[in-house]
């Protein structure tokens, strides 16, 4: 499955790897290298909801399996806490 994401990704089908990484994690969702995948190529295609999401869940798994996760799902997760952050911080403000 990795080398069929990683030939469509090569070929310039995000849509296909993306799919069949999802299709994949689906079907095995403590395998963090594929949920690491998932969540670069959405990241990739801009899809950043649903890249921090999974890169949530990879870092969850990769931890849980006593891997250090690779700094790109780091920063993928920490884009969503610093931007949670912020909208906190704005909306307090708003009410003083």
Same mark, same amino acid.
């Given at each position: 499955m990795e080398r069929a994401i990683a030939a469509a990704h090569a070929a310039?089908?995000?849509d296909r790897?993306?799919?069949l990484a999802a299709r994949a994690a689906r079907v095995d969702p403590e395998d963090g290298g594929l949920l690491e995948s998932?969540?670069?190529l959405l990241a990739e295609d801009g899809a950043m909801t649903g890249a921090r999401r999974a890169a949530r869940r990879a870092v969850t798994v990769l931890?849980?399996?006593e891997i250090t996760p690779p700094? #790109?799902?780091l920063q993928l997760c &920490? %884009?969503?806490e610093?931007? #949670?952050t912020r909208e906190l911080? &704005? %909306?307090t403000k708003d009410l003083h």
């Open positions: 310039g089908d995000y790897a993306i799919n998932l969540a670069m931890r849980e399996m700094s #790109a799902l &920490e %884009r969503q610093l931007r #949670a911080s &704005e %909306r």
